[in-house]
């Protein structure tokens, strides 16, 4: 095209349907130019495959299994109650992290312990995975925050088997439980599960939140002074001696019994975990459903102590997102898949809740601190 | 091209390409990280957060810019509805440049999360810690997100439409 084509001044002033009718293929280019981009911003976004593994999917999942969300609360881990107290590194800690909350000086610490229900009302005898939700607040800005259960591991080690899980698990109508066949039918495709389910019915049951102890479940990787970076899991280790219940006894117990007894055990006095990193040797396989050999190097990092309890209604610890991805500097997320799956579907779980208003928690009106 | 474009003054242009690259981009990552699970999503968040408060930091300079040397005139001959709508969508695309880091900043604050960027820097809340100011915002950031989209595509549109049917010098002005 020659510059003539392009000079204004040869071209009387038409009105733009004219000019658009006089240039139909530039016309329909520009509107192709259009649509892809807007195509392209769609298909980002996954609008245009529906199939893709997204937050909203499997949160959506995850509430139809229990019979739809409770509003306002958490769409796991909803039945809870607020913690506080503080966290002081070890120096031991500090050689395998840099990470400012393993600085040495005691650090404020919020959190939540709770059980693994949708239901905020659950009966504290049905329920068998208690977790443990903290931020460790260093001065600086350097956050950490976890959530970490009592289980041994995860039953799954992908995003995708996760939502497998949960469509097996989907309650027949008419039993209101899951169906065996189809639970089974996971089962036998999913060994890492199938492996869980018997950690899970062979491992004691603490009778208590304040006697259990908590695993990071994924994997991280911890950051030395020198840049080392290995991959370690964590555990909260609890100081108060193991004790379990007998099934007829919880069954006997009310429904907050867990609840009751942390309010009457740190009246006694402060509650104590010790964090201990297991660090992997080469060739670990880094998936939450695999336990690592016991013989792996642990390090003692550091103490938790807890010194005040707080029904969710007043206290600091419901209007918190606790994102295992919120690491300070010191601390990276690892090649393990599940992490950043979890923190999509908290951060859609609390978008989801907080727009909704919230009824009382089961636990409502008490607090309690030591001594 | 011809020595009679009045083109934007070369900060003015800077200012321009490099927000396009940066706002497109933002565009992108954002609706991209909300709707994925894999493990780009982390890595997605924090280079969103980090490019959200540069975009900022930019627009105000541009906006300075445009007030110390304004942009050239459009074609005289150009019909008075296209002249409004460019003069709006101008209007509209800085007061989104502007809303939708804000809106974000004020978003995580009141949602309670820490804000890095740079991966290291911690910036102060803009507001206090409230989930439900939360909820609203976050659906807000969403919104705007979708109109900046919507009014980058009628931009784009337009600067073609100027290019390539009109065959006038706006396009040319801006390169």
């Not at chain 1, 019979?67 to 506080?84: F, S």
């Not at chain 1, 792996?296 to 295992?324: F, H, K």
């Not at chain 2, 990552?29 to 890595?43: C, F, H, L, Q």
Request: overall charge positive.
């Amino acid at each position: 095209m020659s510059d003539n084509d392009l000079d204004p001044a040869r071209e009387p002033a038409a009105d733009t349907v004219t000019l658009l009718r006089r240039r139909p293929v530039q016309a329909a280019g520009i509107a192709v130019v259009l649509a892809g981009v807007a195509g392209a911003f769609l298909y980002v976004g996954g609008y245009l495959t529906p199939g893709r593994l997204g937050s909203d999917r499997i949160l959506n999942a995850m509430e139809a299994n229990a019979g739809g969300a409770h509003a306002g609360y958490r769409r796991a881990h909803a039945k809870g109650i607020c913690i506080a107290g503080s966290f002081t590194g070890d120096p031991a800690g500090a050689a395998l992290s840099r990470a400012a909350v393993f600085g040495g000086g005691a650090i404020p610490v919020t959190g939540r312990l709770a059980e693994g229900t949708p239901d905020p009302y659950a009966k504290d005898a049905d329920n068998g995975v208690r977790s443990m939700a903290l931020s460790l607040q260093p001065p600086g800005g350097a956050e950490w925050r976890m959530a970490i259960n009592d289980t041994p591991g995860l039953h799954v080690s992908t995003p995708e088997d996760f939502y497998a899980n949960i469509v097996a698990s989907k309650p027949d109508p008419a039993t209101g439980k899951p169906d065996p066949a189809r639970m089974a039918a996971f089962l036998a495709t999913h060994p890492e599960a199938a492996a869980f389910k018997a950690r899970m019915q062979a491992k004691p049951l603490a009778s208590g939140f304040a006697n259990d102890s908590y695993n990071s479940i994924n994997g991280f990787l911890f950051v030395a002074p020198d840049g080392t970076r290995r991959l370690v899991r964590w555990s909260m280790q609890a100081e108060d001696s193991f004790a379990t219940l007998a099934p007829e006894v919880r069954k006997a117990r009310s429904a907050n019994y867990l609840f009751d007894d942390l309010l009457v055990r740190i009246r006694q006095g402060p509650i104590r975990w010790r964090l201990i990193a297991t660090v992997a040797a080469p060739g670990d396989p880094n998936r939450a459903a695999v336990l690592w050999p016991a013989d792996r190097r642990q390090v003692a990092m550091g103490v938790l102590t807890i010194d005040r309890v707080e029904s969710e209604a007043t206290g600091n610890c419901r209007d918190i997102n606790y994102d295992p991805l919120i690491l300070p500097p010191g601390i990276a997320p690892s090649d393990d898949p599940i992490p950043f799956a979890r923190s999509a579907v908290y951060a859609t779980s609390f978008r989801r809740r907080s727009g909704e208003q919230t009824p009382p928690p089961a636990v409502a009106g008490q607090s309690a601190e030591a001594k | 091209m011809r020595a009679q474009v009045k083109r934007f003054p070369l900060l003015s242009r800077i200012f321009h390409w490099t927000m396009a690259v940066l706002v497109l981009a933002m565009l992108f990552i954002g609706i991209g990280m909300v709707s994925t699970t894999s493990d780009r999503y982390n890595m997605l968040f924090a280079v969103h957060r980090t490019i959200g408060i540069v975009i900022l930091v930019l627009v105000a300079g541009r906006l300075i810019n445009r007030l110390l040397n304004p942009p050239p005139a459009l074609p005289s001959d150009l019909p008075r509805w296209q002249r409004v709508a460019a003069g709006l969508s101008h209007v509209v695309l800085y007061a989104l440049m502007f809303a939708l880091p804000i809106v974000g900043w004020a978003m995580l604050s009141a949602g309670g999360y820490p804000i890095l960027i740079f991966g290291t820097l911690a910036l102060p809340p803009i507001l206090p810690h409230d989930v439900a100011t939360f909820a609203v915002l976050r659906t807000a950031h969403s919104a705007l997100a979708f109109l900046l989209f919507a009014t980058f595509l009628a931009h784009l549109g337009a600067a073609l439409f100027h290019r390539f049917i009109r065959r006038d010098d706006v396009l040319q002005s801006m390169t």
